[in-house]
C-alpha cells in the first residue's frame, strides 16, 4: 500500500482550486508531500480546455457561469454544484509512467464508484470518459495535465445536478447530440455529494494501492507550499 493524503474540501472557487492543485503538486514533486488527492465540488464554471474548438461555447446571456481557460487536455466541460470533481495530484513515476493507462486507471476508479450504488458503466472506443448504455449517456468526464509526470487535473462525475449546461451552454467534450446524466436522475433520488466521496476514495485505493490519511486544507501547505 502507498500512503497519501486526502482532502475533501467541499465548495471551493475554480480559481482558487487551480491555484491549490498547482502548489500541492510543487510539494509532491519535490517530495515535500505524497500523492494527493483533492475532492471537491465548484460553483457554476465552464473550463475551457486545449483543444476547445470555436463554437462550442453558447452560453445565454446573463447566465450566472464563471469561464476559465485550462491547462488541461480535451475541449469544454461544466462543472456545478452537486458534481464530485476529484483531482488526483500524483507522482506517476510510480505509478507506470504511462498516460493512457493513468487515464483507464481513472476510469476504473470511477466504475468502481459507481458499481458501488448500483451503477454499470462502460467505455466508448473513442469517446473519452464514463458512460451509462442504451441509451448511451455520460455521467463523468476525465481531463488531465502532466508537468514532469505530475499529473493535476482529473475527473468530474455528476452525482446531483441539473445536466442542461451540458447541451445548452456548451457542446460538451465536443459531443453534439449526445446525452448527459447523474446518478440521482438514474437512481431517481437526491443523492449528496457527500454520500459520494467515501465510494470514490475507495475507488481510487483499490485501483492505485493508497492508504489514504484524511488531512484538511492547510495540512497541505507543506514548507515548499507555504514559502510561494
Request: hydrophobic share 45%; glycine share 8%; with cysteine.
Amino acid at each position: 500500500m502507498t500512503h497519501a493524503l486526502l482532502a475533501d474540501l467541499g465548495l471551493v472557487d475554480y480559481r482558487e482550486a487551480w491555484e491549490l492543485q498547482r502548489a500541492v503538486a510543487a510539494a509532491v514533486a519535490g517530495g515535500e508531500l505524497p500523492d494527493t488527492v483533492l475532492m471537491l465540488e465548484h460553483p457554476p464554471t465552464i473550463t475551457l480546455g486545449r483543444r476547445t474548438e470555436e463554437g462550442e461555447v453558447h452560453v445565454p446571456e446573463g447566465a450566472d457561469v464563471e469561464i476559465v481557460e485550462v491547462d488541461r487536455g480535451g475541449k469544454s466541460t461544466y462543472h456545478g454544484p452537486g458534481q464530485l470533481v476529484c483531482y488526483p495530484i500524483l507522482d506517476l513515476a510510480r505509478h507506470g509512467e504511462d498516460v493512457k493507462k493513468y487515464c483507464r486507471d481513472l476510469e476504473e476508479a470511477l466504475a468502481q464508484t459507481l458499481s458501488a450504488f448500483g451503477l454499470e458503466s462502460t467505455r466508448f472506443e473513442g469517446l473519452t470518459g464514463v458512460w451509462l448504455d442504451r441509451p448511451p449517456r455520460k455521467i463523468a468526464s476525465i481531463g488531465i495535465h502532466l508537468t514532469k509526470w505530475i499529473s493535476t487535473h482529473g475527473y468530474a462525475l455528476n452525482v446531483d445536478l441539473d445536466p442542461a449546461p451540458f447541451t445548452e451552454w456548451i457542446t460538451a467534450c465536443g459531443l453534439d447530440g449526445f446525452a448527459f446524466t447523474s446518478m440521482a436522475r438514474e437512481l431517481d433520488r437526491p443523492l449528496p455529494v457527500a454520500d459520494v466521496v467515501p465510494a470514490a476514495a475507495q475507488g481510487l485505493a483499490d485501483v492505485f494501492g493508497f492508504a489514504f490519511e484524511p488531512v484538511a486544507r492547510e495540512q497541505l501547505r507543506a514548507p515548499a507550499v507555504a514559502s510561494t
